[in-house]
């Protein structure tokens, strides 16, 4: 979305390969990604129901008529074993690897726990990372100070992994549903509504 904000005109495409992580997936915001002519690679199965890993795509048939392809392969060394199936013909096309961190996470609550898992992530995908993103938050409940206080953790992952630090702007899209409704099926009404504050 940050290129086509910048007025880039290629073609771009997305490729969901995070098919360990059920919550957020790119498939289901198939239509913010058409309204804004960005192309969605996705299994078969996205958006079914079915939870199999299932993937039918071809990452060098992509990238072969994109300008820009960008993969997401989850936040950890499991979800790094879906993309090391491709990782030779990546390795052929040339890539940038972000490892997009958060403090606010148990598994990367620490520099020194974050920079472990990015090479638990390199050894499982058989690509080395080229950069560290800092995206620590606590969602809808995210502040300026949470932000400003991940910065020391961001820098000190970088340190430790000798990899360079990547700025980064950030536009909020989507939000879970649990962030956008107190009841995602019904509002509470009666003695519940009362007791809430409704």
């Known amino acids: 979305m940050n290129l086509r904000r910048r007025g880039e005109t290629g073609v771009i495409t997305v490729a969901d390969l995070d098919i360990v992580n059920p919550y957020f997936r790119a498939a289901d915001l198939r239509k913010l990604f058409a309204d804004n002519g960005i192309r969605l690679a996705v ?17 060098k048939g992509i990238a072969d008529n994109t300008d820009y ?10 979800g790094a074993k879906v993309i090391g199936r491709f990782a030779a013909d ?4 040339g890539y940038d690897m972000y490892c997009v961190v958060n403090c606010y996470r148990y598994l990367t609550r620490t520099a020194p726990l974050t920079a ?3 090479r638990d992530i390199e050894a499982a995908s058989g690509l080395k ?3 560290i ?5 606590l969602g809808a409940e995210t502040t300026k100070a949470h932000v400003a206080a991940s ?6 992952t970088a340190r430790l992994t000798g990899l360079p630090l990547i700025p980064f702007e950030m ?10 409704r107190r009841f995602p099926f019904s509002e509470p009404t009666g003695e519940v509504a009362d007791e809430m504050g409704s």
Not at 69 to 78: F, H, P, R, S, T
């Open 129 to 131: 990372c080229t950069g």
């Open 151 to 156: 910065i020391p953790y961001a820098r000190e």
């Open 43 to 59: 299994s078969d199965y996205a958006g079914s129901g079915l939870d199999v890993p299932a993937l039918n795509i071809s990452v």
């Open 133 to 137: 993103v800092n995206n620590s938050n």
């Open 69 to 78: 392809l960008i993969i997401d392969a989850g936040g950890d060394d499991e």
């Open 171 to 180: 536009k909020v899209y989507v939000k879970p549903i649990w962030e956008t």
């Open 90 to 93: 990546i390795g052929e096309i």
């Open 116 to 118: 472990a898992l990015t």
